[in-house]
Antibody, heavy 120, light 108 residues
């Protein structure tokens, strides 16, 4: 059973960098797939942030690309998100996810999500 | 960039059939996927590709597509089907993933 678990600070100050990690269990990241980050502001819709392959190849949402870095650590079976220069608009529940076998953009397995609030 | 548009809310009587739609230019090139989300929970993939259901998703859920419009149909809606439904697709221009704004389904 594939499981994903996000972790990181729940409160980040404006202009600082948001850092989250997704630990994967039940599947080796090295075996494949593009692993994704998706966020959801409270009460609003979903927004894809970006995805990373086990080799380190990445796709980023163009609207966030200048501020986003996604990295992978296969030795720890985890991948991470950094979002710089955050503002209140970055307050959201952040989910990590693994796609279905047939398409890197069909997210089949999701972490429960972690709420990150940007506030001073 | 491309967008996906959904109706904000839809209602259906218990046991009846409901269709939730999603419009966008990317849907002319890529199939939509559909996610169900209940309060306080992570989204659940219910339809992907042409009309495929992940393991464990009831067969009352089905997907279809025509032109720039994708549809999720629930045949014989149940009370447990209440929730928010989001469509998604790959952007036809860039390697992006798009999400619709979501449709809140109420089962009466």
């Amino acid at each position: 059973q594939v499981q994903l678990q996000e972790s990181g600070p729940g409160l980040v100050k404006p202009s600082e960098t948001l850092s989250l990690t997704c630990v994967v269990s039940g599947y080796s990241i090295s075996s494949g797939y593009y692993w994704g980050w998706i966020r959801q502001p409270p009460g609003k819709g979903l927004e894809w942030i970006g995805s990373i392959y086990h080799s380190g190849s990445t796709y980023y949402n163009p609207s966030l690309k200048s501020r986003v870095t996604i990295s992978v650590d296969t030795s720890k079976n985890q991948f991470s998100l950094k979002l710089s220069s955050v503002t209140a608009a970055d307050t959201a529940i952040y989910h990590c996810a693994r796609p279905h076998t047939t398409g890197w953009y069909y997210f089949e397995y999701w972490g429960q999500g972690t709420l990150v609030t940007v506030s001073s | 960039s491309s967008e996906l548009t959904q109706d904000p809310a839809v209602s259906v009587a218990l046991g009846q059939t409901v269709r939730i739609t999603c419009q966008g230019d990317s849907l002319r090139s890529y199939y939509a996927s559909w996610y169900q989300q209940k309060p306080g929970q992570a989204p659940v993939l219910v339809i992907y590709g042409k009309n495929n259901r992940p393991s464990g998703i009831p067969d009352r859920f089905s997907g279809s597509s025509s032109g720039n419009t994708a549809s999720l149909t629930i045949t014989g809606a149940q009370a447990e089907d209440e929730g928010d439904y989001f469509c998604s697709s790959r952007d036809s221009i860039n390697n992006d993933v798009l999400f619709g704004g979501g449709t809140k389904l109420t089962v009466l």
